[in-house]
């Protein structure tokens, strides 16, 4: 199975900040690697496609990088309504496996 | 817009049984590979199980391999994942997801479901 690192767990921010969050694959995975964004007590909603497409409707702010076994979102200029978790996903093979998450919390 | 609604969870005995559906509003559901994913309370997203669009290919979960079962009804938008055999530890919200953006031969996940809540307990 790829194991999906994330990294930090949790991160601490203020709102204007621009932050980048990192994930690394156990192994090599492509671009076959998508980002999530989870708010309490609601569903994940999708960001971010192929490592660096935005779905439909994610604003710009949000962007994706990477490819093989090390990626990254950065999210600039942070408002409240993006402090939440964020997720990355492998689906590459399977079984398709999730990062542990990352939360962000307003400082 | 799309909508996937999901439906049939509930409160259920270890070693009990229920079904879960889910029915998407849209037009092309039967183009789409659709998942199951799964988050116990307070924890992470865990995938669960994967149906191709024309439910010929089945893919699952070590954790759920022989007591989970997905379908899909494509004349009726549906999927539905089968469970029996239940654990304590399979106490989570249950999503379901489609898989509308491809590329490269693989497809990744689009709208996600509202979740039903799986509870198991004595």
Same mark, same amino acid.
């Given at each position: ?14 709102? =204007?900040?621009?932050? @980048?969050? +990192?994930?690394?694959?156990? $192994? ?8 999530? %964004? *989870? ?28 490819? =093989?076994?090390?990626? @990254?979102? +950065?999210?600039?200029?942070? $408002? ?8 990355? %996903? *492998? ?17 | ?122």
């Amino acid at each position: 199975d790829i194991q999906m690192t994330q990294s930090p767990s949790s991160l601490s921010v203020s709102v =204007g900040d621009r932050v @980048t969050i +990192t994930c690394r694959a156990s $192994q090599g995975i492509s671009s076959y690697l998508a980002w999530f %964004q *989870q708010k309490p007590g609601k569903a994940p909603k999708s960001l971010i496609y192929a490592a660096s497409t935005l779905q439909s409707g994610v604003p710009s702010k949000f962007s994706g990088s990477g490819s =093989g076994t090390d990626f @990254t979102l +950065t999210i600039d200029s942070l $408002q409240p309504e993006d402090f939440a978790t964020y997720y990355c %996903q *492998q689906y590459y093979s399977y079984p398709i496996t999730f990062g542990q998450g990352t939360r962000l919390e307003i400082k | 817009e799309v909508q996937l609604l999901e439906s049939g969870g509930g409160l259920v005995q270890p070693g009990g049984s229920l079904r879960l559906s889910c029915e998407d509003s849209g037009f092309t559901f039967d183009s789409y590979a659709m998942s199951w994913v799964r988050q116990a309370p307070g924890k992470g997203l865990e995938w669960v199980s994967t149906i191709s669009d024309s439910g010929s290919g089945t893919y699952y979960a070590d954790s759920v391999k022989g007591r989970f079962t997905i379908s899909r009804d494509n004349s009726k938008n549906t999927i539905y994942l089968q469970i029996s055999s239940l654990r304590v530890e399979d106490t989570a919200v249950y999503y379901c997801v489609d898989h509308r953006y491809c590329h490269g031969g693989r497809c990744s996940t689009g709208f996600w479901g509202q979740g039903t809540l799986l509870t198991v307990a004595s």
